[in-house]
Nanobody, 127 residues
């Protein structure tokens, strides 16, 4: 079972930046999709950015497109989420996820696709 561990959350003012990191197991291969999700109390988990390990193409929700960047350091097997121009509406618990390399017809930003989750890290954007 994939073990994912996020770090890098914190509190930042509106317009600021944060970079989240997610350490993934070394055995993850190019068939895997990995993603960042966020959730606030009382709302459904929302996919914000995703990518396939073996493909440079990236996917973003409309809310974060142009502000957030997902990337992967293959040597460290660490997934990143660079978040710029942060807004109070970005306040949430952010989690990384892996689909375990399993075939799925679910969209890449759909939580139903993913089987392994990190514990989450809090991001708070103050106005």
């Amino acid at each position: 079972q994939a073990q994912l561990a996020e770090s890098g959350g914190g509190t930042v003012q509106t317009g600021g930046s944060l970079r989240l990191s997610c350490e993934a197991p070394r055995y993850i291969d190019s068939s895997y999709a990995m993603a960042w999700f966020r959730q606030v109390p009382g709302k459904a988990r929302e996919g914000v950015a995703a990518m396939y390990i073996g493909n440079p193409m990236t996917y973003y929700s409309d809310d974060v497109k142009g502000r957030f960047t997902i990337s992967l350091d293959h040597a460290k097997m660490t997934l990143y989420l660079q978040m710029n121009s942060l807004k109070p509406a970005d306040t949430a618990i952010y989690s990384c996820a892996s689909d375990g390399g399993r075939f799925s017809s679910a969209p890449i930003l759909s939580s139903g696709r993913y089987h392994h989750w990190g514990q989450g890290t809090q991001v708070t954007v103050s106005s």
